[in-house]
């Protein structure tokens, strides 16, 4: 028999699909509109912001390493460009290693991810939860166990280039991290797998790792080959702040994304994993235009934060750039970075082809609105 969390969940599930399919008759949204605040328009803070200089190398590169193990996908290259928005000044091989993990992380997304996971069959699932819990616990040591699959391969392969270029500290710290992200994503994390609904803030707090963007954040220190020094930070008082804009960064990223891909996993594939399906479980009596409101308004909250915070730091670094150059010469390269990563979270997803649709109640990801150049 059913649980009633099953229950509830089927119900408004359905409930948000018939509201699609009337809404969509007369309605379309501009993303950006439901972003933006005050003075700030996101398409003015993106004007200088610029994809990696090599990328048709790189994406060349990768799916030569990809294909190498057996883990390249057809749209591969419409989501591992997301790194490339990311780090537009690292190095070559430093923009490599990342293209690659992010490719791994892709495979694992869309052939046992939160999305996919549910429509395998039992045999695939068990074969997908084993290489899950292998690959979870994979810590700063790289041990490849004797019956790896090809992904695992790969993964170890890419991590050893990334811990043979940057400091141990950090390093295990960044696997910890990309670790955990592989182990809670790459399951069913609909709310009848997880046996109860999970408030908003809660499935925030879960969105956040399942994204991946807290070792995406990491990565700004390797691809700019400048480490933070926390010591420093901490005793000047403005570590605290910093973590607060890191954290902003990543729920901008993650939560925008909900919005972006509302059609392909709530519409298309029948999940309840996505910031959108959260609130209507929580708020049973609201309209999906009511939920997207309020979704957009929860993604609005976090630029806000972002932008009013990062001005105060950058105030910061300044007074203190003469008694502390080499501290906060790596601050403002990660708060650059930052930046970047705010960006790319609106650009790329307008850019890339993989929530294009011949219809959508996002004018962003209508196939008439124009690619980004």
């Given at each position: ?9 089927a ?10 399919a009337l ?22 803070y ?21 294909e ?12 591992i ?21 992010c490719?791994i ?9 939160r999305e ?14 084993t290489?899950i819990?292998?690959?979870g ?17 790969a993964?170890?392969?890419m991590?050893?280039f ?7 500290r ?5 696997v ?11 399951k069913?994390?609909n709310?009848a ?8 803030e ?25 480490y933070?020094?926390?010591?420093t ?20 990223g993650?939560?925008?994304n909900?919005?972006f ?41 976090e ?5 009013s915070?990062?001005?105060e ?6 007074l ?17 970075g ?15 082809r ?7 109640i ?6 008439a ?5």
């Amino acid at each position: 028999m059913p649980s009633q969390v099953t229950f509830v969940t089927a119900n408004t599930l359905k409930k948000v699909q018939e509201d699609y399919a009337l809404l969509s008759k007369t309605t379309s949204f501009s993303l950006q509109d439901l972003f933006n605040y005050g003075q700030f328009r996101l398409e003015d803070y993106c004007k200088t912001f610029y994809p990696h200089p090599q990328s048709r190398e790189l994406t060349a590169m990768v799916q030569q390493f990809s294909e190498q193990y057996g883990i390249w996908l057809d749209n591969a290259k419409y989501y591992i460009s997301c790194a490339l928005f990311l780090y537009p000044t690292a190095s070559f091989d430093r923009m490599l290693a990342m293209v690659q993990n992010c490719a791994i992380d892709y495979y694992l997304n869309d052939t046992m991810g939160r999305e996919i996971f549910s429509l395998l069959s039992p045999a695939e699932q068990h074969r997908a939860h084993t290489i899950i819990e292998r690959m979870g616990r994979v810590n700063e040591q790289l041990q490849l166990e004797p019956q790896a699959a090809p992904v695992e391969q790969a993964n170890i392969e890419m991590l050893t280039f990334i811990k043979n270029d940057s400091p141990r500290r950090w390093f295990r710290e960044f696997v910890e991290m990309y670790s955990y992200h592989i182990a809670v994503t790459h399951k069913d994390n609909n709310a009848a797998a997880l046996n109860y609904i999970p408030t908003v803030e809660e499935y925030i707090e879960m969105r956040n790792h399942t994204s991946g963007m807290p070792h995406i954040v990491l990565l700004i220190e390797y691809s700019e080959n400048a480490y933070l020094d926390w010591h420093t930070l901490e005793r000047l008082g403005m570590a605290a702040r910093l973590r607060k804009i890191q954290r902003a960064s990543a729920l901008i990223g993650c939560l925008m994304n909900d919005l972006f891909s509302f059609e392909k996993e709530v519409i298309k594939n029948n999940t309840d994993a996505n910031l959108l399906m959260s609130i209507a479980l929580n708020h049973p009596s609201y309209s999906l235009t009511d939920v997207i409101h309020h979704g957009a308004a929860i993604v609005q909250a976090e630029l806000k934060t972002f932008m009013s915070n990062i001005d105060e730091l950058k105030f910061q670094c300044q007074l203190y750039e003469a008694t502390e150059p080499a501290a906060m010469d790596a601050l403002r390269k990660n708060m650059e970075g930052l930046e970047r990563v705010v960006q790319a979270s609106w650009a790329w997803q307008v850019y890339t082809r993989r929530y294009k649709k011949s219809f959508s109640i996002w004018e962003e990801t209508q196939l008439a609105v124009p690619a980004m150049a």
